[in-house]
Each structure stands twice: as C-alpha cells, then as structure tokens.
C-alpha cells in the first residue's frame, strides 16, 4: 500500500531492511565519535568534504552504475544484478519492494569503508566522523528515494521538490535528473532542464530498450 501519512510511511520505510542498517550505523557512529570526545576543527575535514562531493557522487552512481549496461568482456556478455534490479524499478516505479539498496550491499560495502576510514585516515576521530557524514547522507538519499515512490512528503518545499523531480526522472526522461536526495550534482552537469522542455522519452520505463526479464 502506498503511504499517504507520515505514520504510514515511517512503517513502510523501516520494513525494509537498507534504512534499519543504515540508522543503527548512524546512531552507533555518532555515539561513539562522542563518546571519543577530543573535538577540533580539523576534525571536520573529513565530514564536510563527503558532504561537499555526495552530490557529485550520488549522481555518478545513479547514471553509472545504476544504469550501467550489459557489457561484452572476453566474448562474453555480462549484465550486473545492480543494473538489472534497477531496470526492473523502472518498469514498475510504483513498486517499493525495489526501492532501497539491496541488503546484499552491507556485508561488503560497510566493511570495506570501516577498513578505508580507520587504515587511511590519520585519527579515529576523523575517521568516525567520516563515517557518521556518509551513513548519514546515505540514509537521507534513501528517504528521499522513499518519497520520490510515494504520495505522501514531509511539508517542506525541498522534499516536495525532489519527489517531483525523481519522478520526472522515472516518467519523463531517464536520462535526466539523476540526482535523488539533493539537485546539485544536476545542476552542476546540466541535468536539470525545463521538463516543459523535454519531451516523454519512449524508454523511460524500458531503460535501454531492455525488459527486465530479457535481462534477467
């Protein structure tokens, strides 16, 4: 069912097991950077540059990665699950079940950025605080995905603006207005027309021509 209040959709959001995950790293992350103690301003660097590039970033997953066509390797042609999950969203963008990131993602992904912030990175307190910032902006993009399927959001114009600007993305053009939680990666790339502009792309729900099921 679709939510159409805050309660259902704060139920809806947190039956799926990608906002769990990511809550629980942000709330233990953010305990344990106070729990650190220690604070300077140098400590901010590394929080406020992940902040700085998440538009950036955020848009070159979604038109990377997300979207990334089968390929041929070796004579061999390969479709990842990444980009045949997100094919799939498309054909049916009303679906939630096909909305947050995959659990699969987790046990590979968190590990790898906990070894990258703490190895790299030349104290804990930074490297806490980096992770804090990315699981913080990765669980705001979830939300802001939620609320691009879903006909309730929050009462504020920024949100109102991106669930209209992903669904643009999903019926309008495909190719456009990559960005999910925030427009600034698109407006720095000039993906962020006038949709009066733009006119219906004939693929917007069969991403590179491609059904879900002749790729699977």
Sequence with gaps: MNPTTAGEFVRAFYRYTSPKILTTLVVGLIGWRFAQGNWRPAHLIAPLSILAFWPVLEWLIHAYLLHMKPFRLFGRTFDLKVGRTHRAHH???ADLRDITINKEVFPVVVPLLFVL?????????LATGAL???FALSLHYEFCHFI????WAPPVEYYRRRQRMHRLHHYRNETLWWGVSTGLGDLLLGTAPDFRSVEKSPTVRDVHGRSPQESG
Excluded: I, K
């Excluded at 912030?117 to 307190?125: D, Q, S, W």
């Design 91 to 93: 054909a049916d963008p």
């Design 117 to 125: 912030a703490y190895g790299l990175l030349p104290t804990v307190e």
């Design 132 to 134: 804090a910032m990315f």
């Design 148 to 151: 691009g399927h879903t006909t």
